[in-house]
C-alpha cells in the first residue's frame, strides 16, 4: 500500500547537478526515517544517505559534501541534491522507507564524462 515514487533522475555533465525528489503518501511519512540507495550495473546496492523522522542525515563518505538529503513532511517529499557529479555516481537510485524498508521504484542518474 506504501509506496515511495521517486523522480527527477536523468542524464548530466561530470560537474553537474540533479535533484531527486521521493514522494510518499499516507501519514506514516512523517514518522518514518528515510534513505536514498543507488545500484550501478553489475554492482551491489548501498546506502547513499539516511535522513530521520526529525530531519538528521548521514551520508556515505563517497558522496559527504556534494549530496544533501532534506525532507518535506508537509509535502510527504525527500529530496537528493546532488551536486558535482560524478561518472562513478552513475547508478540506479532508489528511495525507501526504512524499518522496515520499503523500496521505490528507482531512477536512472547517468553522469557523462
Known amino acids: 500500500q506504501v509506496q515511495p515514487v521517486e523522480s527527477g533522475g536523468g542524464l548530466v555533465q561530470a560537474g553537474g547537478s540533479l535533484r531527486l525528489s521521493c514522494a510518499v503518501s499516507g501519514s506514516i511519512f512523517s514518522i518514518s526515517d528515510m534513505g536514498w540507495y543507488r545500484q550501478a550495473p553489475g554492482k551491489q546496492r548501498e546506502l547513499v544517505a539516511s535522513i530521520t523522522s526529525r530531519g538528521r542525515t548521514n551520508y556515505a563518505d563517497s558522496v559527504k559534501g556534494r549530496f544533501t538529503f532534506s525532507r518535506d513532511n508537509a509535502k510527504n517529499t525527500v529530496y537528493l541534491q546532488m551536486d558535482s557529479l560524478k561518472p562513478e555516481d552513475t547508478a540506479v537510485y532508489y528511495c525507501?522507507?526504512?524499518?522496515?524498508?520499503?523500496w521505490g521504484q528507482g531512477t536512472q542518474v547517468t553522469v557523462s564524462s
Open positions: 525507501a522507507i526504512l524499518s522496515p524498508r520499503i
